[in-house]
């Protein structure tokens, strides 16, 4: 199974797909860097479970997807799914 965080630039946001699932998390840029820096480990390497630990820990909170967004999950989750993105870096030509 594929495991682990795609990263999605969303303007001043990161927006993380959770690999196997139709969910993701959407963090402010320095929330990033401050768990990669806390952790010393980057976002993509951790699981949902240990990222939702680890926010909850420093205070950092989710934020809202907007409708654009979570159409950008429903249809990138189909690749990551598949193991796409996670292990080519790109979906099917």
Same mark, same amino acid.
């Given at each position: 199974?594929?495991?682990?965080?795609?990263?999605?630039?969303?303007?001043?946001?990161?927006?993380? $797909?959770?690999?196997?699932?139709?969910?993701?998390?959407? $963090?402010?840029?320095?929330?990033?860097?401050?768990?990669?820096?806390?952790?010393?480990?980057?976002?993509?390497?951790?699981?949902?479970?240990?990222?939702?630990?680890?926010?909850?820990?420093?205070?950092?909170?989710?934020?809202?997807?907007?409708?654009?967004?979570?159409?950008?999950?429903? $249809?990138?989750?189909?690749?990551? $799914?598949?193991?796409?993105?996670?292990?080519?870096?790109?979906?099917?030509?």
């Amino acid at each position: 199974m594929v495991k682990g965080l795609l990263r999605i630039g969303v303007g001043p946001a990161m927006l993380y $797909l959770i690999a196997g699932t139709d969910r993701a998390v959407k $963090l402010q840029r320095e929330d990033m860097q401050r768990l990669e820096s806390d952790t010393r480990k980057h976002v993509e390497e951790m699981d949902e479970e240990e990222l939702v630990g680890e926010m909850e820990r420093l205070g950092i909170e989710l934020i809202s997807l907007t409708d654009d967004e979570k159409q950008i999950v429903m $249809l990138a989750s189909k690749y990551v $799914l598949a193991g796409y993105f996670i292990l080519t870096n790109n979906g099917p030509s």
